[in-house]
């Protein structure tokens, strides 16, 4: 073999190699162990990893996560920590995003799992020195859940701009897709009080409202930690044209309602003490008009009164 080719056989083995230690991943212990000091250093809380692997263009690959912080539990089988490469070489820890496989929450009451959570930071800084970690935490970036998902129901696809900043917490732009439609808005939560406190704003252009009907929300409210009794808020549902569903609540007023075509209707209500408050509002019917007020409990309960006329045109 010539002298040139022996040197571009030798220059591609290199750039392969170069391309294999960019692309492979490989054991570091000591980043991993790195992270799990800064946690404690920062939170109190300890966090355990079972191994953790470096990707020079992706980043720090960390593999079953677990995390106690009081009486809660984080479990992540998966978790990629992703750097800017050459800040990374050069011993810097400049952190664009966070990729979770999954995860799953264990709390006293339940327990909450995600799927394909992704954070990408346009901005990432740290106070030490602040009150505490969220406190001391400024960012903004993109979120996206692929699921959500509670003991009786989940959220799916959100995404949302996400910003931080002194203990204050803000989703905008938010988007989320539910079993009854996609809702769109923002969320505020601020954690300068105990318990937390939080604000919220909700539109579902096509929403349906299980035994009424489908039509278009709109909601706010406010509230702080994480009792639903602690919650007040006001909207409105704007009921579309269609038939009244074959619901207790339409057979009690008059079984033959159920089934009967009805006109368009805004239905003003508000939420506080764990009930949702009807406004009085009529509905018309076929050939009858069918005036409503009253609140529905979120047990389930109910205390409606309802007039049913006869229509006259």
Do not use: C
Not at 31 to 45: H, K, N, P, Y
Not at 77 to 82: F, N, T
Not at 255 to 263: C, D, I, M, Q, V
């Amino acid at each position: 073999m010539s002298g040139k080719k022996a040197f571009l056989a030798a220059l591609a083995s290199l750039i392969a190699l170069a391309v294999l230690a960019l692309v492979l991943p490989f054991d570091a212990p000591g980043l991993g162990r790195e992270v799990q000091d800064r946690v404690r250093s920062a939170t109190g809380f300890p966090l355990e990893v079972s191994r953790s692997r470096i990707r020079l263009l992706h980043g720090l690959v960390l593999e079953e996560v677990g995390l106690v912080a009081g009486s809660y539990q984080v479990d992540v089988p998966r978790m990629v920590l992703e750097h800017r490469p050459l800040a990374l070489l050069r011993g810097r820890r400049d952190l664009t995003g966070i990729e979770l496989e999954g995860a799953t929450i264990d709390f006293p009451r339940g327990s909450v799992s995600l799927e394909a959570l992704r954070l990408t930071l346009s901005r990432l800084d740290y106070d030490p020195r602040a009150l505490t970690p969220l406190h001391g935490l400024n960012s903004e970036g993109l979120l996206t859940v692929k699921r959500i998902a509670f003991e009786s129901w989940e959220l799916r696809d959100l995404a949302a701009r996400i910003a931080t900043e002194d203990g204050r917490f803000r989703l905008e732009g938010l988007k989320l897709a539910t079993d009854r439609g996609l809702l769109s808005g923002e969320v505020a939560l601020d954690f300068n009080s105990y318990p937390f406190r939080y604000r919220t704003s909700l539109l579902g252009p096509s929403f349906e409202v299980e035994g009424v009907g489908r039509g278009t929300l709109r909601f706010e409210a406010e509230g702080f930690g994480t009792k639903v009794r602690n919650m007040e808020g006001k909207g409105a549902f704007t009921l579309e044209r269609g038939r009244f569903p074959d619901a207790l609540w339409i057979r009690e007023i008059d079984p033959a309602l159920a089934g009967a075509e009805h006109a368009p209707v805004e239905i003003p209500f508000e939420v506080r003490e764990e009930r949702v408050y009807l406004q009085r509002f009529e509905i018309d019917a076929t050939e009858e008009v069918v005036e409503l007020e009253g609140s529905v409990g979120l047990d389930g309960s109910t205390d409606l009164r309802a007039t049913v006329n006869r229509r006259r045109d």
